[in-house]
């Protein structure tokens, strides 16, 4: 397994093959297995990274890098990995994480870690432990929020000579979604999605809640952008109305919480278009696709009643998240 000049290894090759050790604990006071046998104090560091959900998604035209022009609202909710970073005795990067599946040197923290080393000329090695909770190829931006997590950490836990702009540049390299989570919170962001404008909310109580639910499929974002048709496509209207409602505090009008990508891909997956029919049945006034799917979202102004349908569909079977917007400010915990 080559990667540029490093050598990159997988879960089967490392000697820490062991079950991570977070649920017996508190999640923030969490030590992660290889952290925990480090012999000495500073050497290890913990950052959180947040899902997003997109409260609008306008697909303005197709590029001729074929990618497509966005403009979308995105927001952070406090669903979350953790991860830790742990000194290596050698100049390995490893990923260890709760998913099998994604240990490994595929996985987008491993090539962020990569990416900084690479820039720097740097060889030092890491251990990166990922607990993961938010759901993977979901639309909530799991992997992209990894990943931004980590170059944030590495700036700070080895002192980088990283400028903003630097980072900008490698998280853009990384994927469209990462350059977002640098510094997470609400942002409006254009280009392919890697041109972040921070907006500074006022929330609307009626969105206070923000219910997510993940029907048992994983979509390919490749895919869904392949299938979209130029009639789905906006001039942008619908991103421009949701920041002017956040600036100002007001609630937003329904058909602005509008995502270019919900037709096609309610079309196409039943599964997603039956997890809605149930959301809304079960007492969800609005329910919109988040990013490319097949995760959706509701707001609500009150916890009783987000909890009253986030139970009913839980009964039916379906994979729930109950969360709010959070703005972190990007803590990092060097133990
Ligand atoms: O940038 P990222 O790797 O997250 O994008 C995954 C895929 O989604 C791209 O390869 C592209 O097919 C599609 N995409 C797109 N337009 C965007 C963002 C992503 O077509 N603005």
Redesign the pocket.
Same mark, same amino acid.
């Given at each position: 397994m080559k990667s540029g000049k490093y050598r990159l290894f997988d879960l089967s090759e490392t000697p820490y093959h062991l079950p991570l050790d977070k649920d017996s604990v508190s999640i923030d006071n969490a030590r992660m297995s290889y952290a925990h046998h480090l012999p000495t104090a500073h050497d290890a560091c913990f950052v959180r990274a947040y899902a997003k959900i997109n409260l609008t998604l306008d697909?303005l035209d197709?590029?001729a890098d074929?990618?497509?022009?966005?403009a979308t609202v995105m927001q952070t909710v406090d669903l979350y990995d953790t991860i830790c970073l742990s000194a290596s005795d050698d100049e390995r990067v490893q990923v260890i994480c709760t998913d099998p599946a994604l240990s490994g040197a595929d996985n987008l923290v491993a090539r962020a870690a990569l990416a900084v080393r690479q820039r720097l000329t740097l060889t030092r090695g890491v251990v990166i432990e990922l607990h993961k909770r938010v759901p993977v190829a979901a639309g909530l931006g799991g992997g +992209?929020s990894d990943a931004a997590a980590v170059l944030r950490a590495l700036r700070h836990w080895w002192r980088l000579p990283l400028s903003e702009a630097d980072l900008f540049a490698i998280a853009a390299s990384l994927? +469209?979604? !990462?350059p977002f989570f640098l510094h997470s919170g609400l942002a409006l962001c254009h280009?392919?999605?890697e041109q972040v404008t921070q907006l500074s909310p006022r929330w609307p109580l009626a969105m206070r809640w923000l219910l997510l639910l993940k029907p048992a499929i994983s979509l390919s974002?490749?895919q !869904?952008?392949?299938d979209l048709s130029s009639l789905d496509y906006t001039d942008g209207t619908h991103s421009r109305a949701m920041r002017a409602a956040l600036e100002t505090g007001s609630e937003p009008e329904s058909a602005d919480l509008h995502n270019c990508l919900e037709r096609g891909v309610l079309a196409r997956y039943p599964e997603v278009a039956r997890a809605r029919q149930a959301f809304l049945q079960a007492g969800a006034r609005l329910v919109r696709l988040s990013g +490319?799917g097949p995760t959706l979202f509701a707001p609500f102004a009150e916890l009783a009643q987000a909890a009253e349908v986030q139970q009913k569909l839980q009964a039916q079977g379906y994979e729930l998240h109950l969360t709010r917007p959070v703005y972190p400010d990007n803590e990092i915990t060097l133990l």
């Open positions: 697909v197709k590029r074929g990618y497509h022009e966005l +992209s994927g +469209s979604d !990462v280009g392919r999605g974002t490749a !869904v952008y392949r +490319s």
